[in-house]
């Protein structure tokens, strides 16, 4: 039995809950015989390694989780998948657990059954839990010997403190030994449960079909008697600081960190267009003021991430050794002066357009649509939340703009990372 709760006729978009607690969000898209399947673990991924001893632990399950079930060896699930030339894998965000498949339609259904067994039944052997966790440590290895890892590491350290933002996905030198099969285990049987899942399905395949299909692979999937641990996070009250590092490179990265608001703020989607016109191409105002008439960078962009508690807005340029401290003026200048300089008509009309038209690249495929569906369902947005997007920029206006880049950028922090610093 299924409750329908939402659907949007224009999109072909449906969404029902299934008894056990299921969001399944389905997309029928009939012009290739592809379909693929996004499987989101809301109340999972790094937000949840709930202390920092643990940080890396979601990131070690999504490497280890299809390595073996009760059933199959690690090779096994492997030929199944590569005989058939399917897509498939688990990964570990901020925000969530994804588990991505993608197959030709005939397929479907026999890799989506491979996905239930391996998501309810994982065996995590040993041996790969510990090659997995010596995986991870050269990789953070590796990422530390990259000056801009260097200088966002120690801005997210700066911002976030004790909050799981302000480690690694993949975790820490300190953390990863640590962790062992038995953790493993318990954060399965915590949070791999089905009124913690969204399964997102995209691709030849009516909604009555992937309904009935997701009936008979997770139907009888039962819900804990234990609830969902309730999340407990550190409150962020730290004063902006300026970090700096010595290290010896042909260029210094210099970054700028403004604490920004989560994903369900009225001012999220404000602060996403100004990182598109700050930092995004090379027509951003970043790239033609500090690039292209001063010669600063080498490489210059501004980011922010969509998170479900605070993020944060990031500047960032590579530049010259020597030009170490000019750069940083020149981010703080461009940066304030959107708070001092309302932008023109033209300028908000450009970055519109180019923010809504990336939007629109971004929902080519099946995956990508049953990604950013999937996704945001498990961010508690729903479905409509797409043409609200878009209806919500195009609302956007001049004092909008002014009006929440004063409010949020103030006091940067810095952090540094070059020769002089």
Not at 284 to 299: P, Q, W
Not at 322 to 330: F, P, R, S
Not at 333 to 349: A, F, G
Not at 388 to 414: G, R
Request: net charge negative; glycine share 6%; charged share 20%.
């Amino acid at each position: 039995m299924q409750t329908k709760t939402d659907k949007q006729e224009h999109q072909n978009i449906d969404r029902l809950v299934l008894d056990n607690g299921i969001t399944l969000i389905s997309v029928e898209n009939q012009t290739a015989d592809i379909i693929a399947s996004q499987i989101f673990l809301k109340n999972a991924g790094a937000r949840w390694d709930l202390t920092q001893t643990e940080a890396g632990l979601s990131h070690l399950v999504a490497a280890v989780i299809t390595k073996g079930t009760q059933n199959l060896s690690s090779v096994e699930i492997a030929e199944r998948v590569e005989s058939i030339g399917a897509s498939f894998g688990a990964s570990a965000a901020a925000d969530y657990f994804l588990m991505s498949i993608k197959t030709i339609s005939a397929d479907f259904a026999e890799l989506l059954k491979l996905g239930a067994e391996i998501l309810r039944s994982p065996s995590f052997p040993e041996a790969e839990v510990e090659l997995e966790k010596q995986l991870a440590l050269q990789n953070i290895r590796s990422q530390l010997e990259i000056p801009f890892n260097i200088a966002f590491k120690q801005l997210r350290q700066a911002i976030y403190q004790d909050h799981p933002y302000g480690v690694s996905i993949l975790g820490t030198p300190e953390t990863v030994p640590s962790l062992n099969r038995d953790r493993l285990t318990q954060y399965h049987q915590t949070y791999f449960r089905p009124d913690n899942l969204v399964i997102s399905i995209c691709g030849r395949i009516t909604h009555q079909d992937a309904a009935s299909l997701v009936n008979e692979v997770f139907g009888d999937w039962q819900v804990p008697e234990t609830p969902i641990p309730t999340l407990k996070l550190p409150q962020l009250n730290s004063q902006p600081r300026d970090v700096r590092t010595h290290q010896e490179t042909e260029q210094s990265i210099v970054m700028l960190g403004y604490l920004a608001p989560e994903v369900t703020s009225r001012d999220y989607l404000v602060l996403k267009l100004l990182s598109t016109y700050l930092g995004n191409g090379l027509s951003s105002r970043l790239f033609v003021e500090l690039r292209e008439k001063r010669g600063l960078a080498y490489e210059i962009s501004a980011f922010y991430p969509t998170r479900l508690d605070s993020s944060c807005f990031v500047t960032y340029m590579g530049t010259a050794p020597e030009n170490t401290a000019i750069a940083l003026e020149g981010l703080r200048t461009e940066v304030e002066r959107l708070c001092l300089v309302e932008l023109t008509p033209e300028e908000l009309l450009t970055a519109k357009n180019k923010l809504l038209g990336q939007y629109a690249l971004g929902k080519q495929t099946n995956a990508d649509l049953a990604q950013v569906f999937g996704w945001y369902e498990s961010l508690g947005l729903g479905i409509k939340f797409d043409s609200q997007f878009q209806e919500s920029i195009a609302e956007i206006t001049l004092d909008m703009v002014q009006t929440v880049a004063s409010k949020y950028f103030l006091e940067p922090y810095i952090s540094i990372v070059g020769t002089r610093v």
